[in-house]
């Protein structure tokens, strides 16, 4: 089983990543603001099962990596903790837009919309070092069983995603209303996640890691 701390951690770093926008949260936050609440719903779903299998493959990969060459974690950390102050950087910069000012897509039915909300997610780059480099820094490869650690912190991460999105769709029309009448309060959004991000990436590049077994 996976610590508290582990899980809390993988939450925390979830619930950055989910709050800056992405090509996930821009698909199924215009479903449903273009298309109504249960297009963003299905698209949502088509993107958690795009999760699933994110995780089961990164989790058999990583799994045999790392009980052959520990040493991977230490560049694994590096490029994780990289990839987050990227992310903050991006929700700070000046100029950015709002995900919830998309641009208008026209209706599908319902299995074309779960299946973009699938490739969405294979093809969303961020999705895919979510699970590369960031989940297994919270690995404690001591105490085994890598490849459950793996889909158990996934599980917390999937958990989470899809917490936040499907809150995000239900709400998509009213809080896009509210910020086109108060812009000032996107921008404390984006100065908050990155915020956010920032410092778990700096604990992150400063955790000197976790022991491996000799």
Known sequence: MISFGAALGVAAVALGMVLTPGPNMMYVVSRSIGQGRRAGLISLAGVAVGFVVYIVATALGLSALFTAVPELYLGVKIAGAAYLAYLAWQAIRPGGTSVFSPVELPPHPPHRLFLMGLLTNLLNPKAAIMYASLIPQFIDVSAGHLLL????????????????????????GTIAAFLSRRPSWLRVQRYVTGSMLGLIAVKLATDPGRPVPA
């Open 149 to 172: 650690q793996s889909l158990q912190l996934g599980s917390v991460q999937i958990c989470v995603s899809l917490a936040v999105n499907s809150a995000l769709v239900l709400a998509a």
